[in-house]
């Protein structure tokens, strides 16, 4: 196992740890859209401007629940200036989401949410097109409000779709009235265990919801020519994006083509199928093209990605020897009004209540369940942070009312080589234990700190997703290699590391190397920025095809130098005879006789990877609770708080993830900065308030509080790299996701330590701090 | 809208009386309109090029401060941190570096909104605003200027020119601390500033308190310099601050805190405020802002 030196946040050095370790395997370069990301030369979907473009507003329903019983749009369609209007009965009736198709392009009848659009405009200017919406008569009757997911159980509760039967669905998707998607987890004999155990202890946590919140509100220009449309989204899933158009307004994949310009961030909020056809729908009408920029406030009401609020109820048997007998939990999710892409979810969810330990009796369920707000879908890490912090809240419960220690009891509990995890898989080479000894061997954990001071500690886990993803490799005539692809990037860097995958196959650096990416219309399919999946997957495919061009290269260099082509080395911008380096050929030079003849071009795929099996009885089954690649963290957090006002500052974190191998270090640590100051957020300060109408009351960056630059801590990273588990290229694992899994429980934990009392919502606000101590 | 440039305050008062509006750093004005909280009026003459209320000028009398000085600029100048730290302490938190470097004092004096950092400060430091119109110049008592949230006693026609503070005494301090939930673009929960004047002996002669966030205006603690004069600054005494500022505020309760956390907070706020003012009376240096050097915002 190789492990990589600590490496202190580069802003903030830590003379205390030695500087991040010598080139290696590991190396660290720049992202090739770094530089025109921060010197403005990039171009995002909003900077767009097509002659004759037309403005885009939507009507929105402005409240959470009501029929329906005035649509007009003539005063609308009668101003000067607006060339199209739309409603339902403008476009085909289809109804469309994965896993659940229960949603509409615009309101049909019913409005769910504040946020359902209702109707849309296409003017010359944003004023006329805002006006325009504002003359549309909307007469709503209102329906009881599902304002808690706990409330929506209720067998009285008003049904949020009363027609949820009549619904295509996946088979394995288990629903009934309110409920989305119901799973559970069944392993061994829970109350057995729960009998054998010396102390059985519960507790009870409440997450509300939060927001992915990317800085740039999202941007949408479509533009027809004949019977095909372009559509520039700022979308994480440009493939996702056209299944979306394709299905709703019924055309064949070969007539949309999606691409999407600089992304601003997404973080899961950008993922799925957002408006893309409502705007192709107004450009076919207005027989223009349009453009819709969201402001602020429509980034936070409109989309159908939130971080979905949850209750969770854990109960855990314990032996005095420090095992844990069995584990019994219930969830209960807020989808919000549509099911989005969340069926998913409670089966991760419960994965996460259960976690990365061994427990050989468990029993959980959770209930996915329709409420009358926004809807929840996957936002970076969906549910395991809110999931992780309660698990790991109730953990040091367990151990502290064994008295151990609770790093020691997470030692001795905790997953590793040969273990059988809750739901009965058997982990091959893990790094769990290693993240938890090297994280909280570089924090103060132990040492002698001020009063209000403490150090908490949290572990977390987060599979790899296994996805179909392709790419196309080249070289041409002057030596220069493109890689086009159909991976996204989000932000992550992923895509950006892709370079370096191609440079090793055929001998060249990864500056070498120019994407070409995020357009459907040139690239084979990927899943997207999603699930931190692109560089086990799209990674795969890139290495397929740059072998077959390395492939190519060293038949070329074999004719050349009059040698075998096994016994050509393909280094350093050349191919030599192995053992003879003077006997070489540069690429450039081949790549010009190949361009003579048979072209450097090559296609690869990544075929699928097997998932591993699961001994558990798994109701609901969602593919989720098998993981190829499982990734282990683990975060020891300093945190000091101010009893008297219950304001919490984090004042260090040290960090430890097991992703595989690391493949850029450079990119590595920023997904570890950005989930962390992310986890930072959702633990103190990030909240969607609503109103008894079920209304969001913050909707907005002032008063939905995002952690700034300047309350950012020092961060320290260390990777443990187990080898052998791993499910992409050189055995590395995903990454986006799991920084921002165990930061909010370890923040927790720490807060506990101080203050004495858990505070059992999140986020853990200044004022539940205070209020818990009352 | 019609949109003026003023290039000397004559133009600027004869702007204000055809009634246009002013508009300093726009960082309240612009982005409030831009939030859709209020609309442009129908005529903005922009004052931010008027060099003459710029500038912080000491006298016998005191200090005059310019209605154009920044927060960036109140948040170092040596005469503000040394003698008026309050002032510093509040102006060094407002929003970002982008934030301080164009928002003014007279625009967040101006723009009355009971959670301004300034306020405080300046009302503990006897603060006078003075107005200019075409008719003349008057000097009003903060007290007498807020009248509400966003609205003041000031005529449309009314430019503030600058803030007058008289002379500090011997032995004086004052600080201001506020509540926040992050350290960056952050408006105050509640605030509390301080101003202390110690006797020779160490014991308070003079101290004042007045707080932010907790009702329709910033508000002075009445009695205070009664309960404190004569007094020592020891735990009792800070208790004592600590609830005359908590009885004394009205707060509201919104989606930032409850009014009863806020009662409670404003008095942990003020006792923090007055003891940093005690200790700068004595001479002890305490960095600006004091959020950021003492407590929990400390810098490590
Ligand atoms: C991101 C951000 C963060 C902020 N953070 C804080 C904070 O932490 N604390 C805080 O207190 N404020 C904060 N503010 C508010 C604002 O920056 C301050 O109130 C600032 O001092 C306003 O000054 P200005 O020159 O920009 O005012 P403007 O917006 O130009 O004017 C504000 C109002 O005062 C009037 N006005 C301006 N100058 C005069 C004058 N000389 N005479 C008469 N009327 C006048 C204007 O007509 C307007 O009504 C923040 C604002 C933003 C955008």
């Given at each position: ?8 946040n580069p ?12 080139p ?21 979907a ?14 929105y329903a ?10 007009d ?10 060339l ?9 009736d ?23 659009v ?16 504002d003359?549309?008569?909307?007469e ?16 009285d ?14 088979e ?7 409920t989305v ?7 061994g ?23 992915a ?6 941007a ?8 095909k ?9 440009p493939?996702?994006a056209?299944?979306g158009i ?6 064949p ?13 997404g973080?899961g ?5 957002h408006?893309?056809?409502q705007?192709?729908a107004?450009a ?24 979905e ?6 109960t855990?048997?314990?032996?005095n020897d420090?095992s844990i ?19 998913f ?21 959770a209930?996915?369940?329709y409420t ?7 936002v970076?890490?969906?549910t395991?942070p ?7 809240a109730?953990?040091d ?23 059988t995890?809750?739901?009965?898989q058997?982990?091959?080479a ?9 994280a909280?061997?570089a924090?103060d954990?132990?040492a002698?700190l001020?009063?209000?001071?403490a ?9 790899s ?13 002057d ?17 950006m ?27 084979p ?8 999946q ?10 397929r ?6 492939d190519e ?5 074999a004719?050349?130098?009059?040698a ?5 080395v393909l280094?350093?911008?050349?191919a ?29 795929s ?37 009893a008297?006002t ?18 850029n ?5 920023g ?17 969607t308030?609503?109103?008894?109408e079920?209304?969001q009351?913050?909707?907005g960056?002032?008063?939905y509080k ?7 801590p ?6 443990v790299?187990p080898?052998g588990?791993g ?11 799991a920084p ?16 004495g ?18 | ?5 003023a290039t000397?305050?004559a ?11 002013p508009?300093a ?6 982005v ?13 003459v922009a ?10 000028d ?9 209605s ?5 600029q ?14 510093a ?25 009971p959670a ?8 503990v ?8 119109s ?36 011997e ?13 960056a673009?952050?408006?105050a929960?509640?605030g ?19 707080l932010?966030?907790v ?12 309960l ?11 208790a004592?601050v ?7 505020a ?6 930032r ?5 806020r ?6 706020m ?24 003492i ?6």
């Amino acid at each position: 196992m190789t492990d990589i030196a600590p490496v202190p946040n580069p802003a903030l050095p830590n003379p205390a740890l030695p500087n991040p370790s010598a080139p290696g395997a590991t190396r660290r370069f720049v992202r090739a859209d770094g530089p025109d990301k921060v010197t403005g030369s990039g171009r995002y979907a909003a900077d767009l401007q097509l002659s004759g473009m037309l403005h885009a507003k939507f009507r929105y329903a402005d409240v959470a629940h009501g029929r329906i019983t005035t649509l007009d749009t003539s005063a609308a369609r009668a101003m000067p200036g607006v060339l199209s209007v739309l409603t339902h009965a403008d476009v085909p009736d289809v109804r469309y989401s994965p896993g659940i198709s229960d949603r509409t392009l615009f309101a049909k009848d019913v409005v769910r949410f504040e946020g359902e659009v209702v109707a849309a405009v296409a003017a010359t200017t944003k004023e006329i097109a805002q006006a325009a919406v504002d003359a549309i008569v909307v007469e709503i009757e209102p329906l009881p409000v599902v304002n808690d997911a706990e409330e929506a159980m209720a067998a009285d509760s008003p049904l949020v779709h009363t027609d949820w039967e009549s619904y295509e669905a996946d088979e394995a998707v288990v629903r009934s009235g309110n409920t989305v998607s119901f799973s559970s987890i069944t392993h061994g004999d829970v109350e057995a265990g729960l009998s054998a155990a010396d102390h059985v202890i519960t507790s009870h946590h409440v997450a509300d919801a939060s927001h992915a919140a990317p800085i740039e509100p999202r941007a949408i220009v479509a533009q027809w020519e004949g019977q095909k449309v372009t559509v520039w989204t700022s979308s994480q899933v440009p493939f996702d994006a056209r299944a979306g158009i394709c299905q709703t307004l019924q055309l064949p994949t070969n007539r949309v083509r999606v691409i999407v310009p600089h992304l601003g961030g997404g973080f899961g909020g950008k993922c799925g199928f957002h408006f893309e056809a409502q705007i192709a729908a107004l450009a076919k009408a207005a027989k223009r093209p349009v453009k819709l920029v969201f402001s602020r406030r429509e980034e936070f009401l409109a989309p159908d990605r939130r971080r979905e609020g949850m209750t969770v109820e854990i109960t855990s048997g314990v032996k005095n020897d420090g095992s844990i007998t069995a584990r019994k939990a219930r969830i209960v999710i807020d989808s919000g009004a549509y099911a989005s892409d969340a069926a998913f979810f409670p089966q991760l969810a419960a994965m996460h209540v259960g976690g990365p330990y061994k427990v050989p009796n468990v029993e959980i369920e959770a209930h996915l369940m329709y409420t009358n707000h926004q809807p929840s879908g996957s936002v970076r890490a969906p549910t395991a942070p809110q999931a992780c912090w309660a698990l790991e809240a109730h953990t040091d419960q367990l151990a502290d009312t064994l008295g151990i220690d609770p790093v020691q009891f997470r030692l001795q509990n905790c997953v590793t080589e040969g273990d059988t995890g809750i739901a009965g898989q058997v982990y091959g080479a893990i790094g769990l234990k290693e993240c938890i000894e090297k994280a909280v061997a570089a924090s103060d954990y132990g040492a002698e700190l001020p009063d209000d001071e403490a150090v908490g500690v949290a572990v977390s886990w987060w599979p790899s997703f296994p996805g179909p993803s392709g790419a196309h490799v080249k070289i041409d005539d002057d030596g220069a290699g493109q890689i086009i692809t159909g991976a996204q990037e989000c932000g992550t860097g992923a895509v950006m590391t892709l370079r370096q995958l191609a440079a090793d196959e055929v001998g060249l650096q990864p500056e070498d190397f120019e994407i070409i990416y995020q357009d459907t219309g040139v690239a084979p399919y990927d899943t997207g920025a999603t699930g931190s999946q692109t560089l086990i997957n799209n990674g795969r495919a890139v290495v397929r095809a740059a072998r077959q061009i390395a492939d190519e290269l060293r038949k070329l260099a074999a004719d050349h130098l009059e040698a075998a082509p096994g016994d050509i080395v393909l280094a350093d911008g050349s191919a030599h005879v192995a053992g003879t380096p003077t006997k070489n050929v540069s690429i450039p030079e081949l790549a010009g006789i190949a361009a003579g003849g048979e072209l450097l071009a090559a296609h690869g795929s990544a075929p699928p990877l097997d998932y591993p099996t699961v001994a558990a009885t798994c109701v609901g089954e969602q593919g989720v609770a098998g993981w190829v690649a499982p990734q282990f963290a683990c975060h020891a957090v300093r945190v000091k708080v101010d009893a008297e006002t219950g304001v919490a500052r984090v004042m260090e974190i040290s960090t430890a993830h097991d992703s595989g191998t690391i493949l850029n270090l450079t990119g590595a640590l920023g997904q570890v900065h950005g989930g962390v100051l992310m986890g930072i957020g959702q633990a103190l300060t990030e909240v969607t308030r609503y109103s008894d109408e079920g209304l969001q009351m913050n909707a907005g960056m002032l008063e939905y509080k995002l952690q700034t630059a300047a309350d950012a801590p020092p961060i320290t990273t260390q990777f443990v790299e187990p080898g052998g588990e791993g499910a992409g290229p050189e055995g590395a694992k995903g990454l986006a996701e799991a920084p921002n899994v165990p930061t909010a429980a370890a923040i927790h934990n720490a807060i506990t330590k101080v203050i004495g009392t858990p505070v059992n919502k999140l986020p853990m606000t200044a004022e539940r701090i205070w209020e818990v101590q009352q | 809208m019609e949109f003026s440039i003023a290039t000397t305050v004559a133009e600027a008062l004869d702007a204000l009386q055809n009634g246009a509006r002013p508009v300093a750093g726009g960082t309240d004005l612009v982005v409030g309109v831009r939030h859709g909280k209020s609309s442009f009026p129908d005529q903005l003459v922009a004052i931010d090029r008027l060099n003459e209320l710029k500038s912080i000028d000491a006298s016998d009398a005191g200090v005059r401060v310019g209605s154009l000085v920044t927060h960036a600029q109140l948040m170092t100048d040596p005469l503000i941190t040394d003698r008026y730290s309050a002032i510093a302490d509040a102006s060094a938190l407002v929003g970002s570096p982008a934030t301080r470097n164009v928002g003014t004092l007279g625009g967040n004096v101006m723009n009355g909104s009971p959670a301004m950092d300034t306020g405080a400060p300046l009302m503990v430091l006897g603060a006078q605003a003075e107005l200019a119109s075409s008719a003349g110049s008057v000097l009003v008592d903060l007290a007498d200027l807020w009248t509400g949230p966003g609205q003041t006693s000031a005529a449309s026609d009314q430019l503030c020119v600058a803030l007058k503070m008289p002379v500090r005494p011997e032995r004086s301090g004052s600080a201001y601390v506020r509540l926040e939930y992050r350290r960056a673009m952050e408006i105050a929960v509640v605030g509390a500033a301080a101003s202390v004047a110690l006797n020779a002996d160490g014991t308070i002669a003079d101290a004042s308190v007045a707080l932010a966030a907790v009702a329709p205006t910033i508000i002075a603690v009445d009695g205070l310099s009664t309960l404190a004069a004569g007094r020592t600054v020891d735990e009792q005494l800070l208790a004592d601050v600590a609830s005359a500022a908590s009885e004394h505020a009205s707060p509201i309760s919104d989606l930032r805190a409850s009014d009863t956390y806020r009662r409670h907070t404003v008095g942990v706020m003020a006792k923090r405020a007055f003891d940093a003012a005690a200790r700068r009376a004595t001479g002890e240096v305490i960095g600006i802002p004091v959020n950021r050097a003492i407590g929990i915002g400390a810098a490590s």
